[in-house]
């Protein structure tokens, strides 16, 4: 590690206030503690036995459903791994940082740790987004079987560590629905002039159909869609999209989404406090952000149904399925946003050829095995009167 680094993080965390960040990336310099006198027999053996103290920020609001527990998961599994001595706090969005900062805050040591999604840096990089999800890309298991095992991971972190950070998945929405909407999609034309809330890639799909892509906050959609400002918007899934109330306004719900398949989530890391970590804490770190990951999946695949049926059953909302005409057209209006997208520079475009490669040579494996199961099982219990 270089001394310059060393020496922009150290006085970042100092200026924040990281007291337990200096004593891990420093263990030589005795920490400040803000104990009271009372609780100093209680703190010094702490850090005798080598306590390290981190400070997690995250995109999302405090507690959400789903993506406010994934960071809260990996905090938990590392600290029970460790036997409590790597402790990690989770700061939901705006008490730390604002959820857009938290890239380089941790890049300059501002901040430990974030959680969020990598296509919020694509001004930082445009690879990024491959990281997260792309439209007409790949499925959350596709996509990890890409990055663990297809040259992900190593394009991702070199990507990462020009910004003095090692990043993981560490969480994974599943597919994601393709949006609530005041009137039916009949056709494409039924796109000209659509107002939807999509940012994005997806966005800029919309906006080649006719649309007008609009960008808003989660906070902001349901207000936009009460007072007519926008038309339709895509979230999630039925279990945060249900928390949000959408289907008052925008009552029909239309599936398959385009726009991400399989959106991956990510713990990014501080560089130099990454490779302050022992192996065995480097792996910790590693098996923390998998629990994160594959618990975030079941979690979603459960919450979705559950969801859905009370949205069906309770409230009346037959889902809607794009015709095949529409999501043709679609996805040649896909491919040519993310070609412009990994062409655009020379890192990008290698991340996007490995996207690519292993998107295509999954497909068939996807098609064969999921796909056709999925279909055939649905005939069969629809036979059955199920």
Same mark, same amino acid.
């Given at each position: 590690?270089?001394v310059k680094? +060393?020496?922009?993080?150290m006085?970042?965390a100092?200026?924040?206030?990281?007291?337990?960040?200096?004593?891990?990336?420093?263990?030589?310099?005795?920490?400040?503690? =803000?104990?009271?006198?009372?609780?100093?027999?209680?703190?010094?053996?702490?850090?005798?036995?080598?306590?390290?103290?981190f400070r997690?920020?995250?995109?999302?609001?405090?507690?959400?459903?789903?993506?406010?527990?994934m960071p809260?998961?990996?905090? *938990?599994?590392?600290?029970?791994? @460790?036997?409590?001595?790597?402790?990690?706090?989770?700061?939901?969005?705006?008490?730390?940082?604002?959820?857009?900062?938290?890239?380089d805050a941790t =890049?300059?040591?501002a901040?430990d740790?974030?959680?969020?999604?990598?296509?919020?840096?694509?001004g *930082?990089?445009?690879?990024?987004?491959?990281?997260t999800?792309?439209? !007409?890309? !790949?499925?959350?298991?596709?996509?990890m079987? /890409?990055?663990?095992?297809?040259?992900?991971?190593?394009? /991702?972190?070199?990507?990462?560590?020009?910004?003095?950070i090692? %990043?993981?998945?560490?969480?994974n929405?599943?597919?994601?629905?393709?949006?609530?909407?005041?009137?039916?999609?009949?056709?494409?034309?039924?796109? *000209?002039?659509?107002?939807?809330?999509?940012?994005?890639l997806?966005?800029?799909v919309?906006?080649?159909?006719?649309?007008? %892509?609009?960008?808003? @906050?989660?906070?902001?959609?349901?207000?936009?869609?009460?007072?007519?400002?926008?038309?339709?918007?895509?979230?999630?899934g039925?279990?945060?999209?249900?928390?949000?109330?959408?289907?008052?306004?925008?009552?029909?719900?239309?599936?398959?989404?385009f726009?991400?398949?399989?959106? @991956?989530? =990510?713990?990014g890391?501080?560089?130099?406090? /990454?490779?302050?970590?022992t192996?065995?804490?480097?792996?910790?770190?590693?098996f923390?952000?998998?629990?994160?990951?594959?618990?975030?999946?079941?979690?979603?695949?459960?919450?979705?149904?559950?969801?859905?049926?009370?949205?069906?059953?309770?409230?009346?909302?037959?889902?809607?399925?794009?015709?095949?005409?529409?999501?043709?057209?679609?996805? *040649?209006v896909?491919?040519?946003?993310?070609?412009?997208?990994?062409?655009?520079?020379?890192?990008?475009?290698?991340?996007y050829?490995?996207?690519?490669? %292993?998107r295509n040579?999954?497909?068939? /494996?996807?098609?064969?095995?999921?796909?056709?199961?999925?279909a055939? +099982?649905?005939?069969?219990?629809?036979?059955l009167?199920g």
């Amino acid at each position: 590690m270089s001394v310059k680094r +060393r020496d922009i993080v150290m006085g970042a965390a100092a200026l924040a206030g990281g007291a337990g960040v200096i004593g891990a990336l420093n263990p030589k310099r005795k920490a400040k503690t =803000s104990v009271k006198p009372g609780d100093q027999a209680i703190a010094a053996p702490a850090i005798h036995r080598g306590l390290k103290q981190f400070r997690l920020a995250t995109t999302w609001p405090k507690d959400f459903p789903g993506l406010g527990q994934m960071p809260n998961r990996f905090a *938990k599994a590392l600290y029970d791994m @460790s036997g409590g001595t790597i402790d990690v706090k989770v700061y939901a969005a705006g008490e730390l940082v604002g959820a857009l900062e938290c890239f380089d805050a941790t =890049s300059t040591g501002a901040a430990d740790m974030y959680h969020g999604a990598e296509y919020y840096w694509q001004g *930082k990089s445009r690879g990024f987004s491959f990281f997260t999800a792309v439209p !007409m890309g !790949m499925t959350a298991a596709e996509i990890m079987g /890409w990055i663990d095992h297809g040259g992900g991971q190593t394009l /991702w972190d070199n990507l990462s560590a020009q910004f003095n950070i090692k %990043a993981f998945q560490a969480g994974n929405t599943g597919h994601q629905t393709g949006g609530w909407f005041k009137r039916e999609i009949n056709s494409l034309e039924d796109f *000209k002039g659509l107002k939807m809330r999509m940012p994005g890639l997806g966005g800029e799909v919309i906006r080649r159909l006719g649309g007008a %892509a609009v960008r808003l @906050s989660g906070s902001e959609i349901y207000q936009a869609l009460q007072s007519g400002s926008i038309d339709a918007t895509e979230w999630v899934g039925p279990w945060n999209d249900y928390a949000f109330g959408f289907y008052r306004e925008a009552p029909y719900y239309y599936a398959p989404g385009f726009h991400e398949p399989g959106a @991956s989530l =990510s713990i990014g890391i501080n560089l130099d406090i /990454w490779e302050s970590f022992t192996p065995s804490e480097q792996a910790m770190v590693s098996f923390a952000c998998k629990a994160a990951n594959d618990a975030s999946l079941g979690e979603y695949t459960h919450e979705n149904a559950k969801a859905l049926n009370i949205l069906k059953n309770d409230h009346g909302i037959a889902p809607r399925f794009f015709t095949d005409e529409i999501m043709i057209e679609v996805g *040649k209006v896909c491919e040519d946003v993310v070609r412009e997208l990994g062409n655009s520079d020379r890192q990008t475009q290698r991340i996007y050829e490995s996207y690519l490669a %292993a998107r295509n040579e999954y497909r068939d /494996w996807t098609q064969m095995s999921e796909g056709r199961y999925i279909a055939a +099982r649905q005939r069969a219990l629809e036979a059955l009167g199920g």
